[in-house]
């Protein structure tokens, strides 16, 4: 029962996703949907190259550039918010862990550069940036959080980050931010 729970929701991802990029008048990216509403721009993560709507170069390109577009036109804010069940599960680990086979120096330095690029984006960014969280938000994109004015979260959302886990440093600016908006004993690691 609980399985076929499951495949209908990803059924029902599926469709609305499809529904979604068919009546959006944006064709040009391939990871998110951007609709200009009244006075502010939506931006939808709905990633086709990764699962759960990770992070990956192209992604966080298209970002960019949807939020660059919105920073000189008429837009007074940007909703970001995700299609399905899932807002963000962070970076795309398996993505960038096949690029590291090449050079891993040069890949790294290439990776670390774009990851920056991408939380600047958010920093600089002049218009108010509102996220509506529709569920887990992981990694990165718990960490983007707080670069955002406001951060609206539904009952299904949660917010992890497993940087210890995974043998990660902290990414975008959350070991600047989280303590400034939880307090430091919150977001400290328990005593070893």
Do not use: H
Request: with cysteine.
């Amino acid at each position: 029962m609980g399985k076929r729970r499951l495949e209908d929701r990803s059924t029902f991802d599926k469709r609305l996703r499809f529904s979604v990029r068919q009546t959006e008048s944006a064709y040009r990216y391939r990871d998110i949907v951007v609709k200009k509403q009244d006075s502010f721009t939506y931006i939808l993560l709905s990633t086709k190259s990764s699962e759960d709507n990770t992070l990956n170069p192209e992604v966080m390109k298209e970002i960019q550039s949807a939020m660059a577009t919105a920073a000189s036109d008429d837009s007074k804010l940007v909703l970001l918010s995700a299609v399905g069940s899932v807002f963000c599960c962070g970076l795309d680990f398996l993505y960038f862990i096949r690029r590291l086979a090449d050079d891993r120096k040069k890949e790294s330095i290439k990776m670390a550069e774009t990851i920056r690029t991408f939380v600047n984006t958010f920093i600089q960014f002049r218009k108010p940036i509102v996220a509506a969280v529709n569920g887990p938000a992981l990694g990165l994109g718990a960490a983007l959080l707080p670069l955002c004015d406001v951060v609206w979260a539904n009952e299904k959302a949660w917010f992890q980050t497993p940087y210890m886990f995974c043998g990660q440093t902290p990414d975008g600016c959350s070991s600047f931010t989280f303590p400034r908006i939880m307090g430091l004993a919150s977001v400290s690691p328990p005593p070893l």
